[in-house]
């Protein structure tokens, strides 16, 4: 049975800005501390933590959602693609990031979950001001 989870986190910057960044691939490089390649259109493709991730973006809402596919090089070639959607919200002068991952293969759910927090949460936390 495929798992899912959900995650947020408040961050000191504008909805627009958190966007932005994570659909640009110097920017994602610098907040994850990993090589990103993105093409941020809808039906193109990325790459993040040199390679290990890769998806395609599916669906695009101008500084409110991104919708990707998603996996990582741990998924097994017959496994299909989880799917990540990413939801920016305006709080007090800050952005929500609320994270929204379906599709997980069964049993790696909360290794994910850690991952998103390690990986993303908190280097993002780090880096912006």
Do not use: C
Not at 58 to 65: M, N, T, V
Request: proline share 7%; net charge negative.
């Amino acid at each position: 049975m495929l798992e899912k989870l959900e995650l947020s986190i408040i961050l000191p910057v504008s909805p627009e800005q958190l966007y932005q960044a994570w659909l640009d691939s110097q920017s994602h490089s610098d907040f994850t501390g990993a090589q990103a390649v993105i093409d941020p259109v809808v039906g193109g493709e990325f790459s993040a933590w040199d390679g290990y991730i890769s998806g395609k973006t599916l669906e695009l809402e101008p500084f409110r959602r991104i919708l990707q596919s998603w996996r990582t090089t741990d998924f097994q070639e017959s496994e299909p693609d989880s799917t990540i959607e990413i939801l920016f919200e305006p709080v007090d002068g800050k952005a929500r990031l609320i994270l929204n991952h379906s599709n997980i293969p069964e049993g790696q759910a909360e290794s994910y979950r850690q991952g998103w927090e390690d990986y993303y949460f908190k280097p993002m936390l780090e880096y912006f001001p």
